[in-house]
Each structure stands twice: as C-alpha cells, then as structure tokens.
C-alpha cells in the first residue's frame, strides 16, 4: 500500500527544492530545473493587511513606498524573522509553481537553511512552508546542499569544504560521511557588505546613498585584489547641502569600504581548518576549498582566500544556483541522502 502511494505521489505532486535566502529565494522544480529566482522581499498594504507584491516587483518598492505600503524582508541573517509573511511569500512561490505544473497532491519540499539553525528555527521553517501547501517538508543546511550542488563526495570518507556566502549569513563547513565535521555561520554576507559601501561613502565622499545603490555598485565594480581600474557613477544625497549629487567610484573604494568585513571571513575560515581534523584537512588541501553564492561572484576573493588559506580555492560552476540545484539532485534520491537531511519525524522534541 505504501509503495502504490508512493508511486501516486511521484506522479501526481511536484517537488520542489527552495534555496530560502535572506536575499533571495531560488525554486527548483524537479523536471524543469530552476524556474524562479525572486528577492526574499513581500509588500504589505498596512490599511488592508493584505500582501500587495512579492519578490521582484516587491523589491522595486524599497525606498519608494508610500507610508501605507510597509517593505519586508521576512529572513533575517537566514533565518525566519517575520513568521506571517515568510508563510505569504512561501505561499505565492509554491503556487507560482503549482499554477505553471498543476498536479493533484500538494507538494513535496526540499528546504535549504543555514547551518547550525536551532530547533525553534526549525520548526518554524516546517511551519511556514506546510502552511504555505507543503505535503511533506525536507530540511538541508545550505553548505551540504551546494556539495551536493556541485558533486563533491559528501557520503564518503573523504573531506570536503564549502564556504557559502548569501545575503544574510556566510557558511563556512567542512564535509565527510554525510555529516558536517566542522561548521561557523559568519554575518559576513552580502548585506553586511552593502552596509560597508554606504557607511565608506557616507565617511569618505559625504554622500548618502541607499544599500541597494550599495548593492548595485558592488556587482558593477567590487574587486578584490589587482584589478584594471573598474569606475561606476553613484547617485545620492550630499550631506553638506541635502541635494542630489553623483560621484565617480572606482573598484578600490568597494575594496577599502567591505576590506574588515572580508579580514572576518578569512579569519572564521581559518578558525574552522584549526578545528578540522588533520586527516580530513589534508584531503582539503589536495581536493581545495569550493566558493559558492552571490558573494562568490566578489572580483578576485577566491584568489585572497587561496593566498591567505594557501589552499586552492575554486569558485563554483553557477555559484548563485549550487545550492538550489543540490535540493533538486537530493530530489531525485532522498532516501539515498537521508542521512543528511531533517525531517520532521527526527527533530528533537521541543521542550
């Protein structure tokens, strides 16, 4: 009876895995491959109550909502901040999905989320997304679904290591048999980086810019390492007299601006080698450190990193989607990588 179920499910439900990023949520629909890849953002009518936008066209309104509209992002530092409206954004991700692939089960979900999440966490992550239309919910933390992402052995005895750096949080781990040997989630992320640019601009050029002009002119020039002049114009406020003013940038001033931040994250890659045992290092240093997420795409951070590490490390093939795409290969055979998963049934009993 189980077995027919099973079959039943696999042909008349998706499944679906999401990368639930603070900035972004990436949906992978088995069959299909990745078909959404909004920002972690929701727009609120607070008169009504009532969602007014999700993801892309949502994100368009941060900075230029009138008082009525309130602009959320539900996930702080990868976690869930805002239960309500992660349920709403959840919500209309899944049913985005559903309306594109129609079937007659709900759902089965692969969830990526920080690693290190407490049980609280947990649960609310099951919470959000059963009540978003969830059949079944899966949970992987982000570092070992990339190695999956990216076909790193992660059920052998053989070391592996994933640095993942988001919006909210940097995962730095270490893998070996299905397990993390060694893990530190840093708050050393894109967000903090954007922060970085617009109080070094705001100290040193006296102008006033928001985090997503930051975020814009961090992709367009932020490099790390020796460079051909990189150049980009910022518009904002100056300081001195309160009008528009726009100024030239050049990739030396995104260095010196997110320059401490990047010093925290080799600093917590070194402290967990330190703490990896020797064995499990050594196939570190012959197999090299993999980067992956949107901070991956930093302009020479993976040569500082090799430098500073004096390990290679290897940006990603697609380093924005490995995590994503690993929920879709652990999709394909969530028995064969139970192991790495929680599920609801495992969790410890919340107290």
């Given at each position: ?44 009518n607070t008169k009504s109550d009532r969602v007014v936008a999700v993801g892309a066209e949502a ?208 600093d917590g890659v070194k402290e967990v080698l330190e703490k990896t045992p020797p064995e499990v ?71």
């Open positions: 009876m189980n077995n027919l179920l099973t079959k039943l499910y696999t042909k008349f439900s998706n499944d679906i895995g999401i990368d639930l990023g603070t900035a972004n949520t990436l949906v992978y629909v088995k069959g299909k491959g990745v078909i959404i890849n909004e920002p972690s953002v929701v727009a609120l994100r368009e309104m941060l900075g230029r909502n009138p008082d009525h509209i309130r602009v959320v992002r539900p996930l702080v530092d990868g976690v869930i901040s805002d239960f309500d409206v992660t349920e709403e954004m959840l919500a209309y991700l899944i049913g985005k999905v559903e309306k594109l692939s129609p079937k007659f089960f709900k759902p089965r979900v692969v969830v990526g989320v920080p690693s290190g999440i407490t049980n609280v966490e947990q649960r609310a992550v099951y919470d959000a997304a059963h009540n978003a239309g969830a059949r079944e919910v899966y949970i992987i933390e982000e570092p070992m679904a990339a190695a999956v992402g990216l076909d790193l052995p992660v059920r052998a005895p053989v070391g592996s290591m994933v640095i993942d750096i988001g919006g909210g949080t940097a995962d730095v781990a270490v893998i070996s048999l299905s397990g993390v040997v060694q893990s530190k989630n840093l708050k050393v992320a894109g967000d903090k980086l954007n922060t970085d640019i617009v109080n070094h601009l705001r100290d040193e050029y006296k102008i006033l810019v928001g985090e997503k002009t930051a975020e814009e002119v961090k992709i367009r020039v932020g490099a790390i390492d020796e460079y051909e002049i990189l150049e980009s114009e910022v518009r904002g406020r100056d300081m001195l007299t309160g009008l528009p003013r726009q100024i030239s940038v050049t990739h030396y001033d995104i260095y010196m601006a997110i320059k401490d931040s990047i010093d925290v994250l080799v290092v050594s196939d570190v240093m012959q197999n090299g450190i993999y980067l992956v997420g949107g901070g991956a795409e930093i302009r020479g951070l993976d040569k500082l990193l090799s430098r500073e590490l004096d390990i290679p490390v290897i940006v990603g093939v697609d380093p924005l989607y490995s995590v994503v795409l690993g929920t879709g290969k652990i999709l394909d055979d969530i028995e064969g990588y139970r192991q790495i998963l929680m599920h609801e049934d495992d969790e410890v009993p919340l107290l």
